[in-house]
């Protein structure tokens, strides 16, 4: 018996390993077939902040991500948008193995292999790990980190590296800091350690942390005067009925300035409390069913099981806790701000099923692992083609060429969608900047205004800010206001049209 227990579990070791590598694999085709940068435009940002690190002017990245990028493009001498899913790529690899060796030392066997394949073959993943944004760098940095703190419930010298690879993550992405204090009151409360020997850890933590954090705001002080505000405060004026939309930004942080001006807000704090419990409440009947299909239904009777047992309340758990709780301050709904939290996410599935197979007859065991896995298997190729096919805009690349050969100098383009200008030399502001209003018969308006020649509309971003410029995309051109002139209409795979802007 003994030994069909053994082979059993070298078989499902073999499944996990494998699972990564397919998920590797899969990711890599997808990111050779996305050649089009598309979207709002964030990581033009990031290439103009990594081409010149100095001076330092993000208001919402520290300087890991831009640091690696800039040291990577330059090795590899692709172009920046390459360099960038290629980032995501190795980072995704380091994810998986971290979260590998997360999983196996924290849960028993099957089950961290069950948790492993969870996690690298869940669509979510597999998509950030070809995508361009900041969004894997991030949770590699910040499961890497969590695995040092496992590390160091046995080595306490491991404090030190958790406590630096945790301000290497918020040097990166603001949302880690959530992940180290969750990990700092983890350290302090954990049961496993004398009273002495926590304070030590925690100090270890905390110095390693700090070191970082203080090298790197001392070096801006000194060189150019002092760090750029931070704007990630914006995310919590949710809580206060505001930041429905982008392009209230500027209003938002002339209005509050900072985290304090948002928290000094009178009624901020009970409605922010308020709005934080209400998104970690509905996240395993929303986010959690997107992200993990239904393993989620397991979130709920594995969180309450965790509460009620103190014992499995351990600094690494307590990190991811953390960040989850501060994930749901900001994620505006989008299921991959969760990734970093993805192994403990697998964890408390995995953790509840292994509670079910003590007690269940073998027949249920069954449906519930093809609830967990099997529907993952089936799930995963149709979200993850869903989701490439939200990432790559084939006929963003059509629109470049054209303006490309039809735009001079003097021209100006402008559309909602801030990716457009790259790789173009043609001037180019956002739609948001000139235009906010709701009404069509304004539109041309504020164009000519703002000196515009040239507008571009796209059914996969125009439509959800501004749903009144609809008639520009349809056949019918009868809607298209005097002042617009449409000389190209794409058809396929999604709607785009670029309008002349005419003289009066």
């Known amino acids: 018996m003994a030994a069909v227990e053994e082979r059993r579990e070298s078989w499902l070791r073999l499944a996990a390993i494998g699972a990564i590598v397919l998920s590797l694999v899969i990711s890599a085709a997808f990111g050779f077939l996305h050649r089009t940068l598309g979207g709002p435009g964030d990581q033009l940002l990031y290439y103009t902040q990594a081409g010149h690190l100095t001076p330092f002017v993000d208001h919402y990245y520290g300087p890991g991500y831009f640091v690696v990028l800039r040291l990577l493009k330059g090795a590899s001498g692709l172009e920046w948008f390459a360099a960038g899913k290629l980032l995501s790529w190795l980072s995704a690899a380091g994810f998986l193995l971290c979260s590998y060796r997360l999983l196996i030392r924290v849960l028993p066997g099957p089950y961290c292999y069950a948790a492993v394949i969870l996690v690298a073959l869940n669509p979510t993943v597999i998509t950030m790990s070809y995508s361009s944004l900041t969004v894997m760098f991030g949770a590699l940095t910040v499961t890497a980190a969590v695995v040092l703190l496992l590390e160091a419930e046995k080595r306490s010298n491991f404090a030190l590296a958790s406590g630096f690879v945790f301000a290497l993550a918020s040097l990166s992405r603001f949302q880690a800091n959530g992940f180290f204090l969750g990990a700092l009151a983890g350290t302090l409360i954990w049961g496993g350690l004398s009273f002495r020997r926590r304070l030590v850890q925690a100090g270890k933590l905390l110095i390693a942390f700090l070191l970082p954090m203080v090298a790197w705001y001392g070096y801006l002080k000194v060189s150019q005067g002092g760090a750029p505000a931070n704007h990630n405060f914006v995310h919590l004026t949710l809580a206060l009925g505001r930041f429905r939309e982008f392009s209230e930004v500027e209003d938002l942080i002339r209005t509050y300035g900072s985290m304090t001006g948002v928290l000094q807000t009178p009624g901020a704090i009970p409605a922010i409390l308020r709005m934080l419990a209400a998104e970690t409440l509905k996240f395993p009947f929303r986010n959690g069913v997107e992200l993990l299909f239904l393993a989620a239904a397991w979130l709920v009777p594995a969180a309450c099981l965790v509460v009620a047992q103190p014992k499995l309340w351990r600094p690494w758990l307590l990190a991811l806790a953390a960040g989850f709780v501060a994930t749901n ?112 018969d304004q539109f041309v308006e504020r164009l000519r205004g703002a000196g515009v020649t040239t507008v571009v509309v796209t059914d996969r971003h125009s439509l959800d800010e501004h749903p009144e410029l609809e008639p520009l995309l349809r056949d019918d051109p009868s809607g298209i206001p005097a002042g617009l002139h449409r000389d190209t209409l794409l058809l396929q795979p999604r709607r785009l049209a670029i309008l002349r802007v005419t003289a009066p």
């Open 329 to 440: 301050l900001s994620s505006r709904g989008w299921v991959y701000y969760y990734l970093p939290v993805m192994p403990g996410l697998a964890y408390l599935v995995c953790l509840a099923a292994s509670q079910f197979d003590q007690a269940a007859p073998a027949a249920a065991r069954r449906i519930q692992w093809i609830a967990i896995l099997g529907v993952l298997f089936v799930a995963t190729p149709i979200r993850a083609r869903a989701m490439f096919r939200e990432l790559e805009w084939p006929e963003w690349r059509t629109a470049r060429e054209y303006l490309r050969r039809t735009t001079g100098p003097l021209d100006l383009v402008t559309s909602t969608a801030g990716s457009l200008p790259y790789g173009l030399d043609t001037r180019f502001i956002d739609q948001d900047q000139i235009y906010r209003v709701k009404r069509l």
